[in-house]
């Protein structure tokens, strides 16, 4: 009998994933992918430490695998690809990365190895390709496909990759947060930690962007068009601290499916504040959703399973060195004349107090406005600007969310911030007798 329940107890070990003795693919030297294999060269990626612990304790094991050729699943080169899928069980609870503090976002991404970070004035030639299968759909208003970011926790992201449903804001773009420049914050720029206890690591502070230089790379239905088929990818890039009346010599040039999307001259890292030399550039890929329905979808559709493929992540310092001709393309015929300048400039909405240091009223000629000119950019710095900020069509949103009910998430936007928290809470109300709360509420930056 005693051997009989051994037998059993081992074989509940063995079935569960937490337990196997094959390691899940998440907690393997990069990420599963091995070095001859044509998915990644030129550097190493990693999970993130909290979402290995989930990995561990058996949970949510579905959001990355690497994936095989020969079981049927879409490779771009060679034999492998990646995996990434979220689903509406993603979520902070754990204390996962699989979500932000205020689960406003969810993702599933892997990580730059720390030893193949990316110093200033380096330059590289990087592609890597997507699969969008064929019953893909944005249930969300938006979704991040892979983003250059500050290594260090306090500095914000340089360029984002970004696909949007949302009936003010449409289609793939590309994210320049860099030209802009940055300020000093007490908060998360904005984000889900608004409070410097919430922070990550030690930081009592974040450097955050200021504006937002959007390149518009297609349309959402361009983008659909491309399902059960494969985008390919290739920058070319030096990386800047300095723009060019500086003496920089940075550039950022992107090619789409062979097409020349930007061709972008200026600074292209934020300046390193007082990290020095310690501040490099990472590169992370995968999922990174936004949890707030996209157009013409519902609280409901969000909790479909989003799934996408990665392959073919190089980093090399020449084209040549590339080997486009895998891939069906070649340096000398990669197309030319992309975009210099941005479609779009939006400043960021940095959640600051309202009442920051500002003048009573606008007729307040106390303050000397010369001092403050550099924070043009940021009226929450400006006491200077607050009669311009009042001819702006200013836009408040409030997001509602039950204590019974983690489903729930009202987002409702409306002309001042009292409207939009009343017909958040209403509609909370209507369905749910009790548990209804003001999760967060604040101004939308102007051209969002």
């Given at each position: 009998?005693?051997?009989?329940?051994?037998?059993?107890?081992?074989?509940?070990?063995?079935?569960?994933?937490?337990?196997?003795?094959?390691?899940?693919?998440?907690?393997?030297?990069?990420?599963?992918?091995?070095?001859?294999?044509?998915?990644?060269?030129?550097?190493?990626?990693?999970?993130?430490?909290k979402l290995k612990e989930l990995i561990k304790e058996g949970k949510i094991?579905?959001?990355?695998?690497?994936?095989?050729?020969?079981?049927?699943?879409?490779?771009?080169?060679?034999?492998?690809?990646?995996?990434?899928?979220?689903?509406?069980?993603?979520?902070?609870?754990?204390?996962?990365?699989?979500?932000?503090?205020?689960?406003?976002?969810?993702?599933?991404?892997?990580?730059?190895?720390?030893?193949?970070?990316?110093?200033?004035?380096?330059?590289?030639?990087?592609?890597?390709?997507?699969?969008?299968?064929?019953?893909?759909?944005?249930?969300?208003?938006?979704?991040?496909?892979?983003?250059?970011?500050?290594?260090?926790?306090?500095?914000?992201?340089?360029?984002?990759?970004?696909?949007?449903?949302?009936?003010?804001?449409?289609?793939?773009?590309?994210?320049?947060?860099?030209?802009?420049?940055?300020?000093?914050?007490?908060?998360?720029?904005?984000?889900?930690?608004?409070?410097?206890?919430?922070?990550?690591?030690?930081?009592?502070?974040?450097?955050?962007?200021?504006?937002?230089?959007?390149?518009?790379?297609?349309?959402?239905?361009?983008?659909?068009?491309?399902?059960?088929?494969?985008?390919?990818?290739?920058?070319?890039?030096?990386?800047?601290?300095?723009?060019?009346?500086?003496?920089?010599?940075?550039?950022?040039?992107?090619?789409?499916?062979?097409?020349?999307?930007?061709?972008?001259?200026?600074?292209?890292?934020?300046?390193?504040?007082?990290?020095?030399?310690?501040?490099?550039?990472?590169?992370?890929?995968?999922?990174?959703?936004?949890?707030?329905?996209?157009?013409?979808?519902?609280?409901?559709?969000?909790?479909?399973?989003?799934?996408?493929?990665?392959?073919?992540?190089?980093?090399?310092?020449?084209?040549?060195?590339?080997?486009?001709?895998?891939?069906?393309?070649?340096?000398?015929?990669?197309?030319?004349?992309?975009?210099?300048?941005?479609?779009?400039?939006?400043?960021?909405?940095?959640?600051?107090?309202?009442?920051?240091?500002?003048?009573?009223?606008?007729?307040?000629?106390?303050?000397?406005?010369?001092?403050?000119?550099?924070?043009?950019?940021?009226?929450?710095?400006?006491?200077?600007?607050?009669?311009?900020?009042?001819?702006?069509?200013?836009?408040?949103v409030a997001i509602v969310k039950n204590k019974l009910d983690d489903k729930?998430?009202?987002?409702?936007?409306?002309?001042?911030?009292?409207?939009?928290?009343?017909?958040?809470?209403?509609?909370?109300?209507?369905?749910?007798?009790?548990?209804?709360?003001?999760?967060?509420?604040?101004?939308?930056?102007?051209?969002?």
């Open positions: 009998m005693k051997k009989l329940l051994a037998v059993v107890v081992l074989g509940l070990l063995l079935c569960n994933p937490a337990f196997s003795k094959e390691k899940h693919d998440s907690l393997k030297t990069n990420v599963g992918i091995k070095s001859k294999d044509t998915t990644i060269k030129g550097w190493k990626f990693r999970s993130s430490n094991q579905y959001v990355y695998r690497v994936s095989n050729k020969k079981n049927g699943e879409p490779v771009r080169h060679g034999d492998t690809s990646q995996r990434f899928e979220l689903r509406s069980d993603c979520t902070d609870k754990d204390g996962s990365d699989c979500a932000k503090a205020a689960e406003s976002v969810i993702r599933s991404e892997v990580f730059l190895a720390d030893d193949f970070q990316m110093k200033n004035k380096s330059e590289y030639w990087i592609a890597w390709s997507v699969y969008i299968p064929e019953d893909y759909l944005l249930y969300h208003r938006k979704t991040g496909m892979g983003q250059f970011h500050s290594n260090q926790g306090p500095m914000p992201s340089l360029w984002e990759f970004k696909l949007f449903n949302d009936d003010k804001s449409s289609g793939y773009q590309l994210y320049n947060s860099v030209t802009g420049g940055t300020v000093k914050s007490f908060n998360a720029c904005g984000g889900s930690s608004v409070v410097i206890e919430k922070m990550a690591g030690n930081a009592k502070f974040h450097w955050c962007e200021t504006k937002y230089y959007k390149y518009n790379l297609m349309s959402l239905k361009e983008f659909y068009s491309y399902r059960g088929k494969w985008l390919d990818f290739i920058v070319n890039v030096k990386w800047d601290q300095k723009n060019i009346e500086e003496g920089g010599k940075g550039f950022f040039k992107l090619w789409i499916n062979g097409e020349q999307k930007v061709n972008y001259s200026g600074q292209t890292m934020h300046k390193a504040r007082q990290y020095g030399s310690k501040y490099k550039v990472a590169f992370q890929y995968g999922l990174y959703n936004e949890r707030a329905p996209g157009s013409g979808y519902t609280d409901e559709d969000i909790s479909n399973p989003i799934v996408v493929y990665y392959d073919e992540l190089w980093r090399v310092k020449s084209c040549k060195k590339l080997k486009l001709e895998r891939l069906g393309y070649s340096c000398d015929t990669l197309g030319q004349g992309g975009k210099t300048e941005p479609d779009i400039i939006t400043e960021k909405d940095l959640n600051m107090p309202k009442d920051l240091d500002m003048p009573s009223n606008d007729n307040d000629n106390t303050f000397d406005c010369s001092s403050v000119q550099k924070f043009s950019h940021t009226w929450y710095y400006n006491k200077c600007d607050v009669a311009a900020k009042t001819k702006k069509n200013v836009e408040f729930v998430l009202i987002k409702v936007r409306a002309n001042s911030k009292e409207k939009a928290i009343e017909e958040a809470m209403k509609k909370c109300t209507d369905k749910h007798e009790s548990g209804c709360y003001v999760h967060y509420s604040s101004q939308v930056a102007f051209g969002q």
